[in-house]
């Protein structure tokens, strides 16, 4: 019975805090109270913490829509997350494609120029989807894992002390209105005090006045003690709020742990990329065709007798040389060729071709070195020199 009283003296006495709390939040909004106000200092370093628990969640989302752009699987992880449990390893979309390519290139015949090729891509392909999953995993580890920690863990207990700051401040100043009610109330009894009443009310007016007396002092009381809570609370928060420069240096090596991690991965890439273009370089007749026809034309072939030699690797494309073709271009005769691509002409001035018929081939003066003029039957029209095998 003892502990059913207490509880409900406790609910009561916090049901009053609270409406104080509502009464003095109201009234400083309507401008009808007074309103302590936070040092500059601490008002800065709320802004700062503010500022830095906006700014990190925003960067932190960001990069996980960089680091897995699939919402789904987001969504995905953030369930496994919550229910502390790992998420099922999934392949990823290199690693996916690498696959098709190679199971591409085993059905068409890993012998044949194109099912080799693929094979190659395929395997290169994979290798990336691997290089993917450790720049997830390194960057969530050193990156994204420190930065969640302090949204949910420090930015919460600083959130959590803002909180209560704020309260004490509410129960300062709900103090500092009630003793300036005291006041008021005394100094106007004082000025009846010079009615001076007779008999019993007399005696009720000194009961009034000795009661807001003690009203008074004991209003005097209640500010001190809320005066001293709010400062003690006030450097507690400030105490916290100092540790935010720590975040931010702690935060700045976790961003230099996540840029080296993209170097690696960007660093791996390009290896792979670059041990693929000589793998491919080094196949005879084996150069898939840009289907980009105004740009120019790759370059399919390496052996003598095909038009364009084994291509250069460079920023600005491949060069091709064959003495075959500046034979053709030098005479002004015609020679045979075999198609070894299908083409499909882009404008009227183009030939469309099929992979293995044979036409016949020339140069005329002035055209461009990637380009021979082609004739089949009636038709004629320009073809890339990269889709032709010259025929002896």
């Known amino acids: 019975m003892n502990i059913m009283d207490f509880n409900v003296k406790k609910l009561a006495a916090d049901a009053g805090t609270f409406l104080s709390r509502a009464v003095q939040f109201t009234e400083e909004k309507l401008g009808q109270a007074e309103k302590t106000e936070l040092d500059a200092h601490l008002e800065n370093l709320l802004s700062k913490a503010e500022c830095t628990k906006i700014w990190t969640e925003k960067i932190m989302k960001q990069t996980e ?40 290139g085993t059905e068409f015949g890993p012998g044949t120029a194109y099912g080799n090729a693929l094979i190659k891509c395929g395997e290169t392909q994979k290798r990336i989807g691997t290089a993917d999953r450790e720049l997830i995993q390194t960057s969530a580890l050193n990156f994204l894992t420190p930065l969640r920690n302090f949204i949910e863990g420090d930015y919460k207990t600083i959130a959590k002390e803002r909180k209560l700051l704020q309260n004490k401040r509410l129960d300062l100043d709900a103090a500092k209105t009630r003793l300036k009610k005291a006041k008021t109330a005394e100094a106007k009894s004082s000025q009846l005090n010079s009615a001076r009443p007779e008999g019993d009310n007399m005696v009720n007016f000194f009961y009034m006045l000795n009661f807001l007396h003690v009203k008074w002092l004991k209003s005097e009381q209640e500010v001190r003690i809320t005066q001293s809570e709010f400062d003690r609370q006030a450097e507690i928060t400030r105490l916290l709020l100092e540790g ?14 996540f840029v080296e991690a993209q170097m690696t991965y960007y660093a791996q890439c390009y290896q792979y990329m670059l041990d693929l273009q000589k793998q491919l370089g080094s196949f005879p007749s084996s150069y898939l065709c840009n289907n980009n026809h105004n740009a120019g034309t790759p370059v399919p072939s390496a052996l003598p007798n095909v038009i ?29 060729a075999r198609v070894l691509y299908d083409y499909d002409a882009a404008n009227s001035t183009e030939l469309s071709l099929l992979a293995d018929e044979v036409i016949t081939v020339f140069s005329i003066i002035g055209m461009d070195s990637d380009w021979l003029m082609g004739e089949r039957g009636n038709q004629k029209g320009k073809v890339p020199i990269t889709y032709l095998e010259l025929l002896n």
């Open 65 to 104: 829509v960089l680091l897995q752009p699939n919402p789904n699987a987001r969504i995905e992880e953030f369930v496994y997350e919550k229910l502390d449990r790992k998420a099922p390893s999934r392949v990823n979309n290199p690693e996916l494609l690498g696959q098709y390519m190679i199971d591409a």
């Open 244 to 257: 935010i420069s720590s975040t931010h240096a702690h935060h700045l090596r976790c961003l230099n742990d």
């Open 308 to 336: 364009g030699s084994s291509a250069m690797a460079s920023t600005s494309g491949l060069v091709i040389s064959s003495p075959n073709i500046s034979d053709l271009k030098e005479s002004s005769g015609s020679r045979k």
